[in-house]
């Protein structure tokens, strides 16, 4: 496709012209005014533990989770839970919500271990890519695990481990939801469901009893619902043999956190273009939220997709598998300032390492001077201590001024952070549970 001059000039003007919606000063207040409230609680753990500190809390994962199970067993006949461990995979996060009811999703063999070893009786296995030892594991242990295949090859390794072992295995099977791009690598394509299934039917050690597919970064569930409508299309073709074999249908997890998700402006498509047009925009305090579905809307559309385009051809029991949605508000970061090198630059004493990845560089999340507490914010370079450039926590501060030896609450960093940070430069901060 080629584009003329105009054209081309017509469509970076528009993408310049999208900066987003901004969040809500009084939604941003909202937030941040509870965990001031608990600062004093905040501020006797530093003391006790030192910093740099993840602060775990297990009852934000109870609270979590009995949302989560209320707004879908409400409207669904059977439905079952699996916490996404690479989320965050701290132990007590899995154990607590064990105790709550769920089950486990794990995507590796060290993932499997831990749930093992808390004595889960209800994983399953997905990912692609699984090794020989990992999947014999699992077959090991088929009367707690269900396999979910990844592709051709990992059915005929599985069913030559699990005959050497003498065990029948529970499988379901992933359905890729993109097969073009790098989504491509999860699972088959739709198109190949009746043939897996004819060739897995074959074979003495595997019984294949459901399916699963996932979408990502689901603000909305139009993206389930766009492929629940494929694949009931594609089970009203299937032979009443197939179709009789699913007992479960998994539609994996995705779901974002209620507060949606916050960028800086930089973050947006208009900063992205800003920055390859070499004028970056700036950190000015206007940030950008993307509004969330609450999930008692994402569950009521869901079981309305569900009672619409799979429940006519296969009544089952239906499979989510959370873990974001779970995890994101029950860890924090708390971090102290050991130098204030100008009015608008301080230097913490953790790096982001802690979290694995250059996150605040694109979101956004409000950091509050616990030692100094305002619901005002202001403009400061809070970086952290290694090595690089990139190592960001955020570029504006709660509080009433800030300075050396000042304790920092950085809120929700439970999910896809602690399971990401890295040994690099830095040690990496202790986690406590309060």
Same mark, same amino acid.
């Given at each position: 496709?080629?584009?003329?001059?105009?054209?081309?000039?017509?469509?970076?003007?528009?993408?310049?012209?999208?900066?987003?919606?901004?969040?809500?000063?009084?939604?941003?207040?909202?937030?941040?005014?509870?965990?001031?409230?608990?600062?004093?609680?905040?501020?006797?753990?530093?003391?006790?533990?030192?910093?740099?500190?993840?602060?775990?809390?297990?009852?934000?994962?109870?609270?979590?989770?009995?949302?989560?199970?209320?707004?879908?067993?409400?409207?669904?006949?059977?439905?079952?839970?699996?916490?996404?461990?690479?989320?965050?995979?701290?132990?007590?996060?899995?154990?607590?919500?064990?105790?709550?009811?769920?089950?486990?999703?794990?995507?590796?063999?060290?993932?499997?271990?831990?749930?093992?070893?808390?004595?889960?009786? &209800? /994983?399953?296995?997905?990912?692609?890519?699984?090794?020989?030892?990992? =999947? @014999?594991? $699992? *077959?090991?242990? #088929?009367?707690?695990?269900?396999?979910?295949?990844?592709?051709?090859?990992?059915?005929?390794?599985?069913?030559?481990?699990?005959?050497?072992?003498?065990?029948?295995?529970?499988?379901?099977?992933?359905?890729?939801?993109?097969?073009?791009?790098?989504?491509?690598?999860?699972?088959?394509?739709?198109?190949?469901?009746?043939?897996?299934?004819?060739?897995?039917?074959?074979?003495?050690?595997?019984?294949?009893?459901?399916?699963?597919?996932?979408?990502?970064?689901?603000?909305?569930?139009?993206?389930?619902?766009?492929?629940?409508?494929?694949?009931?299309?594609?089970?009203?073709?299937?032979?009443?043999?197939?179709?009789?074999?699913?007992?479960?249908? &998994? /539609?994996?997890?995705?779901?974002?956190?209620?507060?949606?998700?916050? =960028? @800086?402006? $930089? *973050?947006?498509? #208009?900063?992205?273009?800003?920055?390859?047009?070499?004028?970056?925009?700036?950190?000015?305090?206007?940030?950008?939220?993307?509004?969330?579905?609450?999930?008692?809307?994402?569950?009521?559309?869901?079981?309305?997709?569900?009672?619409?385009?799979?429940?006519?051809?296969?009544?089952?029991?239906?499979?989510?598998?959370?873990?974001?949605?779970?995890?994101?508000?029950?860890?924090?970061?708390?971090?102290?300032?050991?130098?204030?090198?100008?009015?608008?630059?301080?230097?913490?004493?953790?790096?982001?390492?802690?979290?694995?990845?250059?996150?605040?560089?694109?979101?956004?999340?409000?950091?509050?001077?616990?030692?100094?507490?305002?619901?005002?914010?202001?403009?400061?370079?809070?970086?952290?201590?290694?090595?690089?450039?990139?190592?960001?926590?955020?570029?504006?501060?709660?509080?009433?001024?800030?300075?050396?030896?000042?304790?920092?609450?950085?809120?929700?960093?439970?999910?896809?952070?602690?399971?990401?940070?890295?040994?690099?430069?830095?040690?990496?901060?202790?986690?406590?549970?309060?």
């Amino acid at each position: 496709m080629t584009f003329s001059l105009s054209q081309l000039q017509q469509s970076l003007a528009d993408i310049l012209s999208q900066t987003g919606q901004p969040l809500p000063a009084e939604a941003l207040l909202d937030f941040v005014r509870p965990f001031f409230d608990r600062r004093d609680h905040y501020l006797e753990t530093a003391r006790f533990n030192g910093s740099p500190l993840y602060l775990l809390e297990p009852a934000a994962l109870n609270t979590n989770a009995e949302r989560l199970k209320t707004a879908f067993e409400n409207i669904l006949p059977a439905v079952g839970f699996y916490f996404a461990v690479k989320s965050n995979h701290h132990p007590e996060v899995a154990r607590t919500l064990l105790k709550a009811g769920f089950g486990l999703d794990v995507s590796s063999g060290l993932e499997l271990e831990m749930a093992l070893d808390l004595g889960a009786r &209800d /994983i399953v296995f997905s990912g692609p890519g699984k090794r020989d030892d990992e =999947l @014999h594991l $699992a *077959a090991a242990h #088929a009367d707690t695990v269900v396999i979910l295949l990844d592709s051709w090859g990992e059915m005929h390794r599985l069913d030559a481990i699990a005959d050497k072992l003498g065990q029948t295995v529970r499988c379901g099977l992933r359905l890729t939801v993109n097969p073009e791009g790098l989504w491509r690598k999860f699972g088959i394509p739709i198109e190949d469901l009746p043939d897996f299934m004819r060739t897995a039917s074959r074979s003495r050690r595997i019984r294949l009893t459901g399916l699963q597919f996932h979408t990502s970064w689901n603000l909305s569930p139009q993206p389930q619902i766009a492929f629940i409508q494929k694949l009931g299309r594609t089970l009203a073709a299937l032979s009443s043999q197939w179709v009789d074999a699913i007992e479960w249908i &998994d /539609i994996g997890g995705g779901y974002w956190p209620n507060q949606g998700e916050w =960028l @800086h402006p $930089a *973050a947006t498509a #208009a900063g992205r273009l800003r920055e390859a047009l070499g004028c970056p925009m700036r950190p000015h305090g206007h940030h950008i939220r993307l509004a969330a579905t609450p999930i008692e809307t994402f569950a009521a559309q869901l079981a309305s997709a569900l009672h619409k385009h799979i429940f006519p051809i296969k009544p089952c029991r239906i499979c989510i598998e959370p873990g974001r949605w779970v995890s994101h508000d029950a860890m924090h970061l708390l971090i102290r300032v050991v130098d204030k090198k100008a009015p608008d630059l301080v230097i913490a004493d953790a790096g982001t390492n802690a979290v694995g990845w250059e996150r605040f560089e694109s979101d956004y999340f409000p950091i509050l001077n616990l030692s100094r507490p305002a619901l005002t914010e202001h403009p400061c370079h809070i970086l952290g201590s290694l090595c690089t450039p990139h190592d960001v926590w955020g570029y504006f501060y709660f509080g009433d001024g800030i300075q050396s030896d000042d304790i920092l609450l950085i809120p929700t960093q439970g999910a896809y952070t602690y399971s990401l940070r890295q040994q690099f430069i830095k040690p990496l901060p202790k986690v406590v549970i309060i």
